[in-house]
């Protein structure tokens, strides 16, 4: 099994940064996909980015080239660095991992979440 914790949440004004940890532990050499996921209130959960674990990563179109996704695999640690940030950013950001992709449905791996606020 994969255990994630998470880091970095917190209240921000529009325009502001943040930056999101995501540590991993227990069975990780299966780990190949981790990413984040978010979700504000009344909506589905939706894919933020995702980098497998030689670095290729994706975007959703709502963040792309304001959030950039890296991954430390020595400390076994994804981050995500949050720039420009709006308030329709605002929502629980869950850490992800998976043997395959977090793309697809079920991930052997979900973190507890961390809430991010963006301000207007």
């Known amino acids: 099994q994969v255990q994630l914790v998470e880091s970095g949440g917190g209240l921000v004004q529009a325009g502001g940064s943040l930056r999101l940890s995501c540590a991993a532990s227990?069975?990780?050499?299966?780990?190949?996909?981790m990413g984040w996921y978010r979700q504000a209130p009344g909506k589905q959960r939706e894919l933020v980015a995702d980098i497998s674990r030689s670095s290729i990563t994706n975007y959703a179109n709502s963040v792309k080239g304001r959030f950039t996704i890296s991954r430390d695999n020595a400390k076994n640690t994804v981050y995500l660095q949050m720039n420009s940030l709006k308030p329709e950013d605002t929502a629980v950001y869950y850490c992800?991992?998976?043997?395959?992709?977090?793309?697809?449905?079920?991930?052997?791996?979900w973190g507890q979440g961390t809430q991010v606020t963006v301000s207007s």
């Open positions: 992800a991992a998976d043997r395959f992709s977090i793309a697809t449905m079920p991930l052997d791996a």
């Open positions: 227990g069975s990780i050499f299966s780990i190949m996909s």
